[in-house]
């Protein structure tokens, strides 16, 4: 019997490490990678890629009625065939989504760090605490503790990457034995 492939979508406040899991998981296990600012950019955007941009493209879509749209838009890019990790879940329709589209192949995993750790993972791309204060407090990164209760996993992710890919393995493992 053919296993049918699983999709694991990534959701966590900034500088959780969402990127770097779902990353992790297309480098190490295969998995294709989508990512939701990139569907947005793609989708929406004329200039060069900034979180600012991004970040406000994305509530405009949200505000405006049409993440089902983008997540339509992401679902399409995916092979059927294939394993994915998608990197961005920030709203309850993006789970819904998913889900409706993957049933019970798709997985979501929680990221959590403390503010500090974050903040101090994004020190370049923010020069000051109250821009990722900002960032962070932005319309569109609102409902993304939401996302926790619906998560199948919650990985506390406040140490190296190292330890992160350990825990990323360990969930595959069990994965791939069966359990869910």
């Given at each position: ?86 990197d961005g879940l920030r ?90």
């Open positions: 019997m053919p296993i049918e492939p699983i999709y694991v979508g990534f959701a966590g406040q900034i500088g959780a490490g969402k990127t770097s899991a779902a990353r992790y998981l297309s480098a190490r296990y295969g998995f294709q990678y989508a990512r939701y600012s990139q569907i947005l950019e793609e989708w929406l955007s004329s200039g060069p890629p900034d979180r600012n941009r991004l970040q406000t493209l994305g509530w405009e879509v949200m505000s405006g009625g049409q993440q089902l749209e983008l997540n339509r838009r992401l679902i399409a890019v995916l092979d059927p065939s294939r394993n994915g990790a998608i709203h309850p329709v993006d789970f819904d989504s998913l889900s409706g589209a993957f049933g019970a192949s798709f997985r979501l995993i929680f990221l959590e760090a403390r503010q500090e750790v974050r903040s101090e993972r994004l020190r370049s791309q923010f020069s000051a605490d109250t821009a990722f204060q900002a960032a962070e407090a932005a319309p569109v990164e609102a409902q993304i503790d939401g996302l926790k209760v619906r998560a199948h996993a919650t990985i506390s992710n406040e140490g190296s990457l190292e330890k992160l890919y350990q825990e990323l393995d360990a969930w595959v493992a069990t994965r791939e034995m069966g359990s869910h």
